[in-house]
């Protein structure tokens, strides 16, 4: 009998059930919509929560009080959140978590217990100054630099809110103070990228999937000509068409998570491939969402938007859907190897 | 989570590899929709037969070799990496046996399926019916009770077959209950196409080749041996041959892996290529590698105990989409040496023309459309 398999493991599976059970209740819309309305784009008290139910330790080592999984473990929950639209920087703070892993030193050991304990949020950026995914919460800035990446504190950078259409991701302007913050040295930033690609793109697939399920829900109930609009064709096929990009593109982001903890040689074309058709895929489930709903969709009273714009926001951060077509494209066509 | 690959496979693959290297013509065979190509193309089958390679996943007893459904997927890759011919045979050792190996009876298997898999005998599919396409279950084609002779008399046409001008079997349903309607009173029958009554017109497909032909039924004489399964039960039997055709074993990755290969191949040495062309060739070489993935994904899941249902449909939409996206990019490469039916690049054209029936066969996407929106999302029927 083979011990191959594709899918993340059971027990991994299993705890994914249980996110997604915490954030039905949790965070379910009107928690998310009055986040979106709130202060700071957040749900008060869920990281907390999260924590304590051992999300934001998943891949910090078991020695600071994590569960020690890779990425292969933490990509179901990440499609949850996905699916729940979760307003909170799970994958940039999980990515921090990989990368501290990954450097060692004594900025892990200072702040991976913390990140396990849901008492830091950490941020990545490159350059300066970066417009970063989960800025404005963040307690800590991973920047990249040169061949190292900079560990800049809050008191180290100017951050600035950046006004979006998404006010779940927390989104800010970050520049470092100048001189400010230290440089790790052999920390791995691209290696990193490619694991927070991989994270969002499972997030996408969430999300997808997400948009795919209300927009059946919707279609069966909503009557015109005196039958559910679900019963014509033209409706029928574009759901058909969301279902199969969706489904093509699970396996891709599971094959990338793979290779990505086991710093496979295709790395970063794999983490491309799944960044790129995990994003196809939502986007087109955006549309087709949009379009299956009608006027309704269009309106801010129907909880659509939030995943649209959730889609919009991931497809264009950690690398647009045709940055990474073309780094893969680079990568393909000057390498011999498949 | 676990792809790292059994030592045991890996020995497999390199054994394929190396049969195939040695063995594979140089020269490609003639087209199969030829007399001769025919003939070559079964020669070839009978080669791979001795070998034990046409059929792995089957028995022993008959040619196979008991292969699980990963030494398959790892089989078809090397197949169609190494160039190897397309297979004559596929009708039956792809479509009509897994139905056998379902109800077949014990007689039935010794009798059809080691002369199925050395391709002694070839099977056409006996599907449409000139009114019955997308509707398949609006056949009308008769078989009628001969009790005194033991068996049924078959009256009507059949079209679209494929292979039928060339093959010596042909697998059908039939109507043998005359007061039944749709997928009612329906039986499988396996028929010689040299019998009495039959006559076989071939049809000259896209290219030109007579690929498939329309075969008419004058009182056709089957005994009961040549029942497949339960008479009335034909279109329950019919649909567990449809589930494999389009699901995994009609279409493995490994074609549309060495497919989109090659396209890269063709991109990286045409100069001056188009960037709408490249972006083209890496998305089909992106979905030739989800198709691999959701294909071994399936398999791994299957070996599991799991079941798979459906999926085939998702299946059938995404690999014939695909095939068309990787030969309609090879063509734009080759820019005025696209229609060239002879030379080193013909092969594109031809890939090209067979990739354009994908969506037609095997129940057309439309169909398939309907299938994964009324069985898969519960979406309700219109």
């Given at each position: 009998m083979t011990t191959m398999r594709l899918q993340p493991d059971e027990d991994a599976l299993a705890f994914s059930v249980a996110v997604r059970d915490l954030l039905s209740q949790a965070c379910d819309a009107p928690a998310l919509r009055a986040a979106w309305d709130g202060r700071d784009g957040r749900i008060p008290g869920l990281w907390k929560r999260l924590a304590e139910m051992g999300v934001t330790g998943l891949v910090v080592p078991e020695k600071y009080d994590g569960a020690g999984l890779d990425l292969t473990g933490m990509v179901p929950v990440f499609a949850e959140a996905g699916r729940a639209a979760l307003p909170e920087p799970l994958v940039e703070t999980a990515t921090a978590a990989a990368l501290l892993t990954q450097a060692g030193g004594p900025t892990a050991d200072e702040w991976l217990p913390r990140i396990a304990a849901g008492d830091a949020v950490v941020a990545l950026g490159d350059g300066s100054p970066a417009l970063v995914t989960g800025g404005q919460w963040a307690d800590l800035f991973l920047i990249g630099a040169g061949s190292g990446v900079r560990v800049l504190t809050r008191d180290d950078a100017n951050v600035e809110p950046a006004p979006s259409i998404d006010p779940g991701v927390g989104l800010a302007r970050v520049t470092a103070t100048d001189g400010a913050g230290r440089v790790i040295d052999g920390a791995d930033g691209a290696a990193a990228f490619d694991w927070a690609c991989v994270a969002v793109a499972a997030e996408l697939v969430g999300l997808a999937q997400a948009m795919l399920d209300r927009s059946v829900a919707y279609a069966k109930v909503r009557e015109q000509f005196g039958k559910p609009i679900g019963s014509f064709q033209a409706v029928k096929h574009q759901l058909a068409d969301v279902f199969v990009a969706t489904s093509f593109a699970v396996p891709v982001v599971h094959r990338a998570a793979w290779s990505v903890a086991r710093a496979a040689p295709t790395r970063s074309r794999d983490a491309s491939h799944a960044k790129h058709a995990a994003g196809r895929a939502a986007a087109q489930a955006a549309r087709t969402a949009l379009q299956v709903h009608g006027g309704i969709g269009y309106t801010y009273e129907n909880d659509l938007h939030m995943w649209l714009k959730r889609t919009w926001s991931l497809t264009s951060q950690w690398g647009s859907t045709d940055w990474h077509k073309d780094r893969a494209a680079r990568l393909l066509l000057t390498d011999e190897e498949r | 989570m676990d792809l790292t690959e059994a030592p045991e496979r890996e020995a497999f693959r390199a054994e394929v590899r190396d049969w195939l290297a040695a063995n594979v013509p140089a020269e490609p065979l003639p087209s199969l929709d030829t007399a001769d190509g025919f003939a070559a193309h079964r020669d070839w089958e009978r080669r791979m037969y001795d070998a034990g390679y046409a059929v792995v996943t089957w028995p022993e007893r008959y040619g196979g070799r008991g292969a699980d459904l990963l030494d398959w997927l790892t089989f078809e890759e090397e197949y169609w990496a190494a160039g190897g011919p397309v297979r004559v045979s596929q009708n039956g050792i792809f479509l009509l046996a897994p139905a056998m190996f379902e109800v077949a009876t014990e007689a039935q298997l010794d009798r059809f399926m080691v002369p199925m898999a050395r391709a002694d005998e070839v099977w056409a599919q006996g599907w449409s019916e000139p009114d019955a396409g997308s509707d398949l279950a609006a056949l009308r084609s008769r078989a009628d009770r001969d009790e005194s002779a033991g068996g049924w008399r078959l009256n009507g046409q059949k079209t679209w077959s494929t292979r039928g001008a060339f093959a010596d079997w042909m697998f059908g349903l039939f109507r043998t209950d005359p007061e039944s309607s749709r997928h009612h009173g329906l039986t499988y029958l396996l028929l010689p196409l040299d019998a009495d009554g039959v006559t076989v017109r071939p049809i000259r497909q896209l290219d030109g080749e007579p690929g498939f032909a329309e075969v008419f039924f004058d009182d056709v004489f089957v005994p009961d041996d040549q029942v497949l399964g339960e008479v009335g039960q034909g279109w329950s039997v019919a649909m567990s041959t449809t589930t494999s055709e389009r699901g995994l074993t009609l279409r493995s990755p490994g074609r549309f892996l060495a497919a989109a290969d090659r396209l890269l191949d063709l991109t990286r040495r045409?100069?001056?290529?188009s960037a709408r062309v490249v972006d083209d060739a890496v998305d089909a070489w992106f979905d030739a590698e989800a198709y691999r993935l959701y294909v071994l994904d399936t398999a791994l899941r299957a070996l599991d105990g799991q079941q798979i249902g459906a999926e085939s449909s998702a299946n059938k939409l995404f690999w014939s989409d695909l095939d068309v996206r990787i030969h309609d990019a090879a063509l734009r490469l080759l820019g005025p040496a696209a229609t060239l039916t002879e030379g080193s690049d013909a092969a594109w054209l031809d890939g090209y023309l067979f990739s354009l029936a994908g969506p037609i066969y095997a129940g057309t996407n439309e169909i398939q459309r309907n299938v994964v929106a009324e069985r898969v999302l519960g979406l309700p029927r219109g």
């Open positions: - | 045409t100069p001056g290529a």
